[in-house]
């Protein structure tokens, strides 16, 4: 594939990692609040919505476990610096987890390393000059999730850990790029496999088909989130739909979903396929929008301490689904919840 690692990492808009602005308290408490508004807006973007590139769907798709590192080379806070050294050395690594009965205390570093080698400390035992609670990763973490994290704290590597709390892998940019680029090889051999398969089994009644896809959306269930619109992109997929639609038909599916998962108490998602159109329709039963302009400010996010653990929050989700969408349309109140609607034209417009 013609993609380079800066470009890879290009795909996902450096809005999405800015700083989130402090915790606001609408979507937290769940009780009612005093003022109830209601407002109601019709946007529609300027132009055209830009490309979406595979690489920017993969990042929402797959988890800090597709693209870490699982063979780990591991010291104990007894264990020198020199010998640390060596095994750096030897599998050419940069970073060493210290770890004691299972449990991460902290990491040694190629920089720790040259400090102590220039303070005359290279045979000091580890727990001296390792970098004691270091920033870590969950296994579950998307990968839109990582790459900010990269970007806001500039490390070289995170060590993962599982649900339990175990050392399970070390994540770097590297493997990042690794695992975009395995996958687009993937979509790539699919997409050709899937052309021959096509080209003779498909019909014009098949093209012509109305189908509509439709999830309960539970609120917390974050393991669910992007169950529908990946089977939304098979049906473009086998469609034959432009791969930048359904490409920006897939990201409004997946924020509409996850944005039920994390601000609401439940709701509903739908999805329907014509010759003509993609409209998804997300309808939650509340809390809704106290202020819609700032949520469709890029960064801007009311979430919780717990999606946040889970890798969501980054306030992006309206603004990718304006970006992406044709047509848009929210309504909201605070007693009755939110409703958006949004359309993707699968024709260009004025096309018969």
């Given at each position: 594939?013609?993609?380079?690692?800066?470009?890879?990492?290009?795909?996902?808009?450096?809005?999405?990692?800015?700083?989130?602005p402090?915790?606001h308290?609408?979507l937290h408490?769940?009780?009612?609040?005093l003022?109830?508004?209601?407002?109601?807006?019709?946007?529609?973007?300027?132009?055209?919505?830009?490309n979406?590139?595979?690489a920017?769907?993969?990042?929402?798709?797959l988890?800090?476990?597709?693209?870490m590192?699982?063979?780990?080379?591991?010291?104990?806070?007894?264990?020198?610096?020199?010998?640390?050294?060596?095994?750096?050395?030897?599998?050419?690594?940069?970073?060493?987890?210290i770890?004691?009965?299972?449990?991460?205390?902290?990491?040694?570093?190629?920089?720790d390393?040259?400090?102590?080698?220039?303070?005359g400390?290279?045979?000091d035992?580890?727990?001296?000059?390792?970098?004691?609670?270091?920033?870590i990763?969950?296994?579950?973490?998307?990968?839109?999730?990582?790459?900010?994290?990269?970007?806001r704290?500039?490390?070289?590597?995170?060590?993962?850990?599982?649900?339990?709390?175990?050392?399970?892998?070390?994540?770097?940019?590297?493997?990042?790029?690794s695992?975009?680029?395995?996958?687009?090889?993937?979509?790539?051999?699919?997409?050709?496999?899937?052309?021959?398969?096509?080209?003779?089994?498909?019909?014009?009644?098949?093209?012509?088909r109305?189908?509509?896809?439709?999830?309960?959306?539970?609120?917390?269930?974050?393991?669910?989130?992007?169950?529908?619109?990946?089977?939304?992109?098979?049906?473009?997929?086998?469609?034959?739909?432009?791969?930048?639609?359904?490409?920006r038909?897939?990201?409004i599916?997946?924020?509409?979903?996850?944005?039920?998962?994390?601000?609401?108490?439940g709701g509903?998602?739908?999805?329907?396929?014509?010759?003509?159109?993609?409209?998804?329709?997300?309808v939650?039963?509340g809390?809704?929008?106290?202020?819609l302009?700032?949520a469709?400010?890029?960064?801007?996010?009311?979430?919780?301490?717990?999606?946040?653990?889970?890798?969501?929050?980054?306030?992006m989700?309206?603004?990718?689904?304006?970006?992406?969408?044709?047509?848009?349309?929210?309504?909201?109140?605070?007693?009755?919840?939110?409703?958006?609607?949004a359309?993707?034209?699968l024709?260009?417009?004025?096309?018969p």
């Amino acid at each position: 594939m013609a993609c380079s690692r800066n470009e890879i990492f290009r795909a996902v808009p450096k809005a999405a990692f800015a700083p989130n602005p402090p915790s606001h308290p609408r979507l937290h408490d769940r009780r009612p609040l005093l003022t109830m508004t209601s407002r109601t807006e019709n946007l529609t973007p300027r132009g055209d919505p830009g490309n979406v590139s595979l690489a920017q769907v993969l990042v929402y798709e797959l988890r800090v476990r597709d693209a870490m590192t699982h063979k780990l080379r591991t010291a104990g806070p007894a264990d020198s610096l020199r010998s640390i050294q060596l095994m750096m050395k030897a599998h050419r690594i940069s970073g060493v987890p210290i770890v004691q009965e299972g449990a991460l205390l902290g990491i040694v570093s190629i920089e720790d390393i040259v400090h102590a080698l220039d303070k005359g400390h290279i045979n000091d035992r580890a727990e001296s000059w390792m970098t004691r609670n270091p920033v870590i990763m969950r296994d579950h973490y998307s990968l839109v999730r990582a790459v900010a994290e990269f970007d806001r704290n500039g490390f070289g590597r995170f060590p993962v850990l599982d649900a339990a709390g175990g050392l399970v892998g070390i994540l770097t940019r590297g493997d990042i790029t690794s695992a975009l680029m395995h996958h687009l090889d993937r979509r790539a051999e699919e997409a050709v496999r899937q052309a021959a398969t096509h080209a003779s089994a498909a019909t014009p009644d098949e093209a012509a088909r109305r189908v509509i896809l439709n999830a309960e959306v539970r609120a917390g269930n974050y393991d669910s989130a992007g169950k529908l619109s990946q089977r939304l992109r098979e049906i473009l997929r086998n469609r034959g739909v432009d791969p930048n639609i359904r490409r920006r038909a897939t990201i409004i599916a997946y924020e509409a979903e996850t944005n039920i998962i994390i601000h609401s108490i439940g709701g509903n998602l739908t999805a329907t396929v014509t010759p003509e159109l993609v409209t998804i329709e997300a309808v939650d039963t509340g809390p809704g929008i106290e202020n819609l302009d700032l949520a469709m400010q890029e960064g801007w996010s009311t979430a919780g301490p717990l999606a946040r653990e889970f890798g969501f929050g980054a306030g992006m989700g309206l603004p990718n689904i304006r970006r992406c969408a044709d047509r848009l349309d929210i309504k909201s109140d605070l007693t009755n919840g939110t409703r958006v609607h949004a359309e993707v034209r699968l024709q260009p417009a004025g096309a018969p």
